[in-house]
């Protein structure tokens, strides 16, 4: 059974970074893609960040250039560094992990499989 669970969320202020961490375990496929989402309260779920197989990457518009999302391959776990961050940054950030190369959806959250708990972000002004 895929678990996958993250860490790393906490309260900062604007301009301050966090990372995030999503430990993934269980895994028996040889190709998956993963994805950061996030949901603030009355909105719905929308993609932040998401990696490929291969490692290609893609961002929403909002967070070019102040996250970056990687995956340490040794560890089965998968980063979210959060740089210079926004009040409007604030939501519940979720980790989630999809067999195949890459995501049909571009960085919807529809066809993943596997979610993790989510980890709370709250950036204050």
């Known amino acids: 059974q895929v678990q996958l669970v993250e860490s790393g969320g906490g309260s900062v202020q604007a301009g301050g970074s966090l990372r995030l961490s999503c430990a993934a375990s269980g895994y028996t496929y040889r190709s998956y893609y993963m994805g950061w989402f996030r949901q603030a309260p009355g909105k719905e779920r929308g993609g932040v960040a998401t990696?490929?197989?291969?490692?290609?990457?893609r961002y929403a518009d909002s967070v070019k250039g102040r996250f970056t999302i990687s995956k340490d391959y040794a560890k089965n776990t998968l980063y979210l560094q959060m740089n210079s961050l926004k009040p409007e940054d604030t939501a519940m950030y979720y980790c989630?992990?999809?067999?195949?190369?890459?995501?049909?959806?571009?960085?919807?959250?529809?066809?993943?499989?596997?979610w993790g708990q989510g980890t709370q972000v709250t950036v204050s002004s």
């Open positions: 990696i490929d197989s291969d490692g290609s990457t």
């Open positions: 989630a992990a999809e067999q195949g190369n890459r995501s049909p959806y571009g960085l919807g959250p529809w066809g993943y499989h596997y």
